[in-house]
């Protein structure tokens, strides 16, 4: 190879382009740029009609999500034909738009900076990168064209958009052929334009230098254009996300997933209302984070009431919401029914999924909030709140018979063991529902076994308002949280265990919003650390199948996925079988955001699908760590085939049945 001289190893920026043409270029251009922030900037006067900000301030936690969400692209990631579609598209994307910058620096800038080493690596990496990106664009054809996955989406305007980056990616390799073509580039520096030398060498090798010269000229201008055109078409279509789906993953606000906003009293007297009505009641965040949805459907596919024929897909809720927002908005009642928003179970299994970090719950919630105020809220869940502010708890229940699931056993109280190490928050299923009762009754056995120094509130715990804030009743929820957080501080608890998933939510992720700071632990995640310190015998397991129908406030909400595994010995049975959707990616009983309390059609069941799926798997037990899914899942269970065999039990249940069985149980 030729020795090589740094000199020579560049090229003419604007070669065979006659500097009228290059004026007309930059006019057309600029103008087509301008267009493109004139648009931007009328979103951005459409967002700020909110009131409130809503970002998060901190750059460290933008920073560390742009890398995780925006650059590595965590939530995209997955063995799929559009995963690595996107992959593709994006950093072609991402590497052509900043190789282009970078161009444009070096030719209007003080300093030519294109030559030697950096212009060979820079040839080398555009052209591998722009095949990703070509790549990226046929693929998204071959979806479109064949796979059709519903929940995508179709219509003209993709078409047009993926035809027009093809037909840039494409024109850009055509234009860089003919070039090395016409100036008789040298063939070992031609060689560092990979793709362009390879089409002049393979296609080229007769054509008159006229005839490229011209060939050249006419592809740069549909090039040009095409650019141009490209920039016009970017606020009017999905694409929009490239500007603001980075913008709304570093700024959306730090929250705990299960954690809502609190509102206050100071915001009501303000709006003269409990919650969303008008657009701009939403936080500026809020509406920002509408046009960074790119319409890609993961929401949907994902979501327990779309796939239980309700009248709700989180993805509809955002870009009607974004379409509502364009029309200059109103009352968002108008375009999202109230039935779409009671439907919701607040799974988060949309939020999870969500690559660009929308939050449809905290939208949902808002105005659920405002449904509630305007009392729009009637039946069983309006009555279970009544209750809840009469007898706090939802059941309806005299507050004083909260121990009577304790008969027999000699559970310690705050009041008869006051120095106790964990306080056991029993929660309302476990202290009324006769079911969920036998988990409390199970629970308190191991952990006696084990020793462990617990007691419990008995009448002195109270709903934690957890049904209250999931329907939209924020400030009955507050009333509870101000008393329990009282109660609690006053017998002074440190540590707190419970076998609710949705108690353990509220009161380590919402409690401290109300000054309570607690160590909150599921029982499974005690039981398992029993286990782990040989304090309880884990038992062997009994050759019947089994599988975990994880909790989605355990699961996914608050990452407890090992622990519930552990308790029932998963890990060393040959008869454990996983859920096809299991962990972070489990799939709703039907019971969370309040919809236990709703009268639901059978068929409407979401618990139908989950027990079905369990079903499928052959197990003849689903364990699970949840009292509401304990009776979702043994109802679904009721009204499918192959279910009347089916066990379903609180992990608790599975090991001390299997401890009994094994003889290692003591007799407490
Ligand atoms: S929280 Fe669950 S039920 Fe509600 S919209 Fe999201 S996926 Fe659907
Ligand atoms: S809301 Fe998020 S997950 Fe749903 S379609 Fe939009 S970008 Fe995709």
């Not at 008969?407 to 306080?423: I, K, M, Q, R, S």
């Not at 988990?439 to 084990?450: G, I, S």
């Amino acid at each position: 190879m030729m020795a090589l001289d740094v000199q020579t190893t560049t090229r003419e920026v604007f070669v065979n382009i006659a500097p009228w043409m290059r004026a007309v270029f930059f006019v057309m251009t600029a103008a087509s740029i301008l267009f493109l922030a004139w648009q931007l900037d009328r979103r951005r006067r459409l967002w700020r009609k909110a009131h409130r900000g809503g970002f998060e301030r901190d750059w460290r936690v933008w920073v560390r999500r742009l890398v995780i969400y925006a650059l590595a692209q965590k939530r995209v990631h997955k063995k799929s034909l559009g995963a690595l579609m996107h992959l593709l598209l994006s950093s072609g994307f991402i590497v052509l738009f900043i190789g282009t910058t970078l161009l444009s620096i070096a030719y209007d800038g003080p300093y030519y900076f294109h030559h030697g080493w950096y212009y060979l690596i820079y040839e080398v990496t555009l052209d591998v990168f722009g095949v990703a990106f070509c790549l990226g664009c046929l693929l998204a054809m071959f979806r479109r064209a064949f796979a059709k996955p519903y929940s995508l989406g179709h219509n003209w305007r993709d078409w047009w958009l993926l035809s027009c980056l093809l037909a840039i990616g494409l024109t850009g390799f055509l234009i860089e052929a003919f070039r090395i073509h016409f100036t008789q580039v040298q063939p070992w520096l031609a060689h560092w334009s990979v793709i362009g030398s390879a089409i002049d060498l393979t296609f080229l090798s007769g054509l008159s230098l006229g005839t490229a010269r011209t060939l050249h000229l006419t592809t740069w201008w549909v090039h040009a254009i095409l650019v141009s055109a490209f920039y016009v078409t970017i606020p009017v279509d999905r694409f929009l996300h490239v500007f603001t789906g980075p913008l709304n993953i570093a700024t959306r606000p730090n929250r705990p997933m299960g954690a809502l906003v609190p509102l206050t009293m100071e915001e009501v007297e303000q709006s003269g209302r409990t919650g969303v009505a008008e657009l701009d009641e939403f936080t500026y965040s809020q509406l920002m984070s509408l046009d960074a949805c790119m319409e890609c459907g993961r929401c949907e596919e994902a979501c327990p009431a779309f796939a239980s024929g309700k009248p709700l897909s989180p993805k509809k809720v955002v870009t009607d919401l974004r379409g509502f927002m364009s029309l200059g908005g109103g009352n968002v009642h108008s375009v999202i029914a109230d039935e779409t928003l009671w439907s919701c179970t607040m799974c988060q299994a949309c939020v999870q999924e969500c690559p660009v970090l929308i939050g449809h719950v905290d939208l949902i919630s808002d105005m659920r909030r405002d449904l509630v105020g305007e009392g729009k809220l009637s039946g069983p869940p309006a009555k279970s709140l009544q209750q809840i502010g009469n007898q706090s708890n939802p059941y309806g229940r005299p507050n004083a018979e909260r121990l009577a699931w304790a008969e027999g056993l000699d559970v310690p109280t705050a009041e008869t063991n006051p120095h106790f190490d964990y306080l056991l928050w029993v929660g309302c299923a476990a202290s009324f529902d006769p079911r969920a009762q036998k988990v409390a009754r199970a629970t308190v056995q191991l952990l006696k076994e084990a020793k462990v120094n617990f007691a419990v509130l008995g009448k002195e715990e109270t709903c934690t308002g957890d049904p209250a804030r999931r329907i939209g009743d924020e400030f009955l929820f507050q009333e509870r949280a101000t008393t329990n957080v009282e109660t609690l501080n006053r017998r002074k608890v440190k540590k707190i265990v419970t076998p609710c998933p949705h108690c353990l939510n509220t009161l380590a992720n919402e409690y401290p919003q109300f000054g309570g700071d607690y160590v909150v632990q599921h029982h499974s995640a005690l039981l398992a650390e029993l286990i782990g310190e040989g304090r309880l015998k884990a038992a062997a397991p009994d050759g019947e199948a089994i599988t975990l129908h994880d909790p989605c406030y355990l699961a996914r909400v608050n990452g407890i996925i090992d622990a519930p595994r552990a308790v029932i010995g998963a890990p060393n049975d040959d008869n454990y079988r996983e859920m096809p959707r299991c962990g972070k990616k489990t799939f709703c009983c039907g019971a969370g955001g309040g919809r236990m309390w709703f009268e639901e059609a059978p068929e409407e069941r979401v618990s139908k699908l989950r027990a079905a799926e369990a079903i499928e798997t052959g197990a003849k037990t689903v364990a699970t760590g949840c009292p509401f899914c304990l009776n979702m899942m043994s109802d679904g269970m009721a009204g499918t085939a192959g279910g009347e065999e089916v066990k379903v039990l609180d992990v608790a249940e599975v090991l001390l049945a299997r401890q009994k069985r094994s003889g290692t149980a003591s007799n407490t």
